[in-house]
């Protein structure tokens, strides 16, 4: 069923997280200072990031609380389906919020150990992905790239749940990798956020989806006030597994879990060239990047912090424009 292309309700959301989030940093940045939960910044990495040492983490509750009182409202209001996708995202957040406070709190510079860490993620995937089969949120559909909207493919139960829970799992390690420079994380949610606000508004079953998106992405906008370069805050663990949860789940209940690879393109080349980095560096001892994740290399090669997030930004723009095109959308 084709939906009107309304702007209002979606356009509310982003505004309300948006001033919410505007509201939330300077009441929360000072408390985090006060809790001394300051950032500790790798000796190996950039030099210009070494004055970043101290800088509060753990902000990613500076648009996630906005982002939870605007969904709750409208759940509240008439679309009950936002709050898995809520307690999703807050899910993922929690594992982060934990690993975040072991780090700058009880002075464990790793955080939860790897497994530790994988475990919680595993846990809140698999209840999503229980959930919303279950109740029939989401199905084994898969909508087919290049085909239109209305076209989709079935897949088999025993491969569509793992392959669910797997996308929930690289997409919030990837975002994870992704929040290593200044406003680089929250800007690129932010567009793609956009993006799938746009596409929601192609159905009217999708309405929840929309307000969902529009909500994330109007909380990376009121975050980036305080994250952007120099950073008077950082997300933290807390905020870019929420996110990448968020970016996740949307894709999934929009049977295309494939687009991230489209419209997230940055999030996965900062994954491959961790993964290439480590895996090559086990064979020969030789590094193929300066520094991994990839927008190390390129600060490394002696582009400014400022630069790597405008090219990567701009990169996620146009991967979503050619996202677009993939869908074949019809507005009206």
């Known amino acids: 069923m084709r939906g009107q292309f309304n702007l209002s309700i979606q356009v509310s959301a982003f505004i309300f997280t948006f001033v919410l989030a505007l509201i939330a940093g300077p009441i929360l940045i000072p408390v985090l200072r006060r809790l001394k939960v300051g950032q500790t910044v790798r000796d190996d990495g950039p030099a210009t990031h070494l004055k970043k040492s101290g800088t509060p983490t753990m902000g990613g509750i500076i648009f996630l609380i906005p982002i939870a009182i605007v969904c709750a409202y409208f759940s509240i209001k008439q679309y009950s389906e936002i709050i898995p996708l809520l307690i999703t995202t807050l899910g993922f957040g929690t594992i982060g919020f934990i690993d975040d406070f072991i780090k700058v709190v009880l002075r464990r510079k790793d955080g939860l ?12 995937s698999v209840t999503f992905t229980i959930y919303a089969v279950r109740t029939g949120i989401l199905n084994t559909e ?11 493919v079935s897949l088999p139960m025993w491969f569509f749940v793992p392959f669910t829970i797997f996308v929930l799992l690289a997409t919030t390690n990837a975002v994870n990798l992704t929040d290593g420079v200044d406003g680089l994380a929250a800007g690129i949610t932010l567009i793609i956020m956009v993006f799938f606000t746009i596409v929601a508004m192609t159905r009217s079953e999708w309405d929840y989806l929309k307000i ?8 990376c906008l009121g975050f980036l006030a305080f994250n952007i370069h120099p950073a008077k805050v950082f997300m933290g ?12 789940a949307i894709s999934i209940l929009m049977k295309m879990p494939w687009i991230i690879l489209v419209a997230g ?9 961790d993964i290439i980095q480590v895996a090559y560096y086990k064979r020969t001892k030789k590094r193929i990047f300066k520094m991994a994740p990839i927008h190390h290399h390129f600060e490394l090669s002696g582009w400014k912090e400022t630069k790597v997030v405008f090219v990567f930004w701009t990169v996620t723009v ?14 009206f």
């Open 113 to 124: 150990l790897w497994d530790q860490k994988m475990f919680g993620l595993l846990i809140v």
């Open 142 to 152: 898969i909508i087919v790239p290049f085909k239109g909207m209305d076209y989709t």
């Open 212 to 219: 969902f998106s529009a909500t994330v992405a109007g909380g």
């Open 237 to 248: 663990d807390t905020g870019s597994l929420a996110l990448g949860g968020a970016v996740s």
């Open 265 to 273: 393109f940055i999030f996965v080349v900062e994954v491959l060239s």
């Open 318 to 331: 146009i991967c979503c424009m050619i996202a677009l095109l993939t869908l074949r959308l019809k507005f």
